[in-house]
T-cell receptor
Framework: DADVTQTPRNRITKTGKRIMLECSQT?????MYWYRQDPGLGLRLIYY???????NKGEISDGYSVSRQAQAKFSLSLESAIPNQTALYFC???????????FGPGTRLTVL | GQNIDQPTEMTATEGAIVQINCTYQ??????LFWYQQHAGEAPTFLSY????GLEEKGRFSSFLSRSKGYSYLLLKELQMKDSASYLC????????????FGTGTLLAVQP
């Protein structure tokens, strides 16, 4: 059973389209994170949230927005997708007692 | 600024030992993670060093020197399935648990 799930797993879209990537977790963790991974650049933090009412920008938040609908759900939106947002996107969770982050399986997004 | 350096690629032989180095310069430091990532898959946790010294976990060991801004991951008795990227990440955000990742070291294990 997957503890952190992401949908969709793959998505191809066109420039200018609005896209939402969803993340759900059954680990009961309060902290959730969105990262993107690009070849040669490593994982970079987009947004993070400590609870439903707490949303924070990461290193590269421009062009992205997020919504924490519930403790278990954290969505990432691209309001108007552009080709340089083509990347592998990961959601991660952690709890207050351990610093380890648990990653979802990733969403491969291609913007044409 | 924030910077983490690790080699881009390494090659080793099945059954051998390999050491993957990581150096870091960050605005804060709470601990250092090593994650394993197979191509196209999620990173999975290997180790977390908070204090100086060596921590051993089966075939994998991780070392930290905070004064030198240096860590290494040691993999023993290499197996083909160890072929993967190894990511070094520093927890620099205090209570926020924010991580900064290195670009990863792609390890190829050859027969």
């Amino acid at each position: 059973d997957a503890d952190v799930t992401q949908t969709p797993r793959n998505r191809i879209t066109k420039t200018g389209k609005r896209i939402m990537l969803e993340c759900s977790q059954t680990k009961g963790h309060d902290r959730m994170y969105w990262y993107r991974q690009d070849p040669g650049l490593g994982l970079r933090l987009i947004y993070y949230s400590f609870d439903v009412k707490d949303i924070n920008k990461g290193e590269i938040s421009d062009g992205y927005s997020v919504s924490r609908q519930a403790q278990a759900k954290f969505s990432l939106s691209l309001e108007s997708a552009i080709p340089n947002q083509t990347a592998l996107y990961f959601c991660a969770t952690s709890d207050l007692t351990r610093d380890e982050q648990f990653f979802g399986p990733g969403t491969r997004l291609t913007v044409l | 600024g924030q910077n983490i350096d690790q080699p881009t690629e390494m090659t080793a032989t099945e059954g051998a030992i390999v050491q993957i180095n990581c150096t870091y310069q960050t605005s804060g430091f709470n601990g250092l993670f090593w994650y394993q990532q197979h191509a196209g898959e999620a990173p999975t946790f290997l180790s977390y060093n908070v204090l100086d010294g060596l921590e051993e976990k089966g075939r994998f060991s991780s070392f930290l020197s905070r004064s030198k801004g240096y860590s290494y991951l040691l993999l023993k008795e290499l197996q083909m399935k160890d072929s993967a990227s190894y990511l070094c990440a520093v927890n620099y955000g205090g209570a926020t648990n924010k991580l900064i990742f290195g670009t990863g070291t792609l390890l190829a294990v050859q027969p």
